[in-house]
T-cell receptor, first 111, second 110 residues
Framework: KQEVTQIPAALSVPEGENLVLNCSFT??????LQWFRQDPGKGLTSLLL?????REQTSGRLNASLDKSSGRSTLYIAASQPGDSATYLC??????????FGAGTTVTVRA | DTAVSQTPKYLVTQMGNDKSIKCEQN?????MYWYKQDSKKFLKIMFS???????INETVPNRFSPKSPDKAHLNLHINSLELGDSAVYFC?????????FGSGTRLTVV
């Protein structure tokens, strides 16, 4: 059974600092890994999707890396802004088509 | 246009009632899912349908019954609602790579 862990559970930084969010998973036989953002009381917004054959994906200030063999992914957010405050969820799609989520990292960017 | 839409957005009901949540996607995706997010914000898969066929059925009480009239719709019917069913339920769809989620239905059982 795939287990996904996200560290830290919460993070508070001043505006302008870079953010580093970690995700680890127990079964390296994955199809892909997806990072989502969830705002309070809202749905999930997809940020980045990394296929198992890829090492990283970038979109604007966001960069996600994937090390499948060690079961880790890291989401970097450069030059954080108050609008980046949200919960960030890591989700791993296993080869049995299930998407397993971590518990999330709640980020607060202070103005 | 909303890609994955769920209705209703909020649902407050009494214990013992039967209720349904509807989900529709206009992305042409073949696979649809229901996820439950509990009070600790943890998302867990409940069901998955591929082209109207059930492919994933996690350990969910049989009071929960998904119904897929066509590949664009996956509805969730819940019988005899219990207090512990209170949660946010998310519908999602997938084709090939990534998932697209709906905005969720917050169910409160009183």
């Amino acid at each position: 059974k795939q287990e996904v862990t996200q560290i830290p559970a919460a993070l508070s930084v001043p505006e302008g600092e870079n953010l580093v969010l970690n995700c680890s998973f127990t079964d390296s036989a994955i199809y892909n890994l997806q990072w989502f953002r969830q705002d309070p009381g809202k749905g999930l917004t997809s940020l980045l999707l990394i296929q198992s054959s890829q090492r990283e994906q970038t979109s604007g200030r966001l960069n996600a890396s994937l090390d499948k063999s060690s079961g880790r992914s890291t989401l970097y957010i450069a030059a954080s802004q108050p609008g980046d405050s949200a919960t960030y969820l890591c989700a791993v799609r296993s080869n049995d088509y299930k998407l397993s989520f971590g518990a999330g990292t709640t980020v607060t960017v202070r103005a | 246009d909303t890609a994955v839409s769920q209705t209703p957005k909020y649902l407050v009901t009494q214990m013992g009632n039967d209720k349904s949540i509807k989900c529709e996607q206009n992305l042409g995706h073949d696979t649809m899912y229901w996820y439950k997010q509990d009070s600790k914000k943890f998302l867990k898969i409940m069901f998955s349908y591929n082209n109207k066929e059930l492919i994933i059925n996690e350990t969910v009480p049989n009071r929960f019954s998904p119904k897929s009239p066509d590949k664009a719709h996956l509805n969730l019917h819940i019988n005899s609602l219990e207090l512990g069913d209170s949660a946010v339920y998310f519908c999602a769809s997938r084709a090939g790579g990534g998932y697209t989620f709906g905005s969720g239905t917050r169910l409160t059982v009183v």
